[in-house]
């Protein structure tokens, strides 16, 4: 299984991929979800798991991206800023989890 993970902030980035090194899962990180995009685009990716708020594209609009080039894609939203309206937004346009971040 290979693994999107998508997020501004470099320390999470790093967690995630220590977390998924005792697995046998593969990934590939991006601070960037423009770049990160684009590899979707030239790569098979099973899973993204993605950052809900970013500065550029938010979790939404990546979920959104994903889902009109492939749309069976498993999209998980990680956010720091867990609330109802945004757990019912990620719910709506087809996030398969929303987690909050530690």
């Not at 993970?5 to 220590?18: E, G, H, N, R, V």
């Not at 030239?42 to 970013?54: G, L, N, R, Y």
């Not at 979790?59 to 994903?66: A, F, K, S, T």
Request: charged residues 20%; proline residues 6%.
């Amino acid at each position: 299984m290979n693994i999107l993970l998508i997020d501004d902030d470099q320390p999470t980035l790093k967690s995630l991929q220590t977390f998924l090194a005792g697995t046998p899962y593969t990934s590939k990180a991006f601070l960037n979800p423009r770049d990160a995009l684009d590899a979707f685009n030239q790569e098979h990716f099973d899973v993204v798991i993605t950052d809900f708020s970013m500065p550029e594209l938010n979790g939404i609009d990546v979920l959104r991206i994903i889902h009109e080039i492939k749309p069976d894609t498993f999209v998980m939203l990680l956010t720091g800023y867990a609330n109802v309206t945004n757990a019912i937004a990620a719910v709506n346009h087809g996030a398969y989890q929303f987690l909050r971040k530690p």
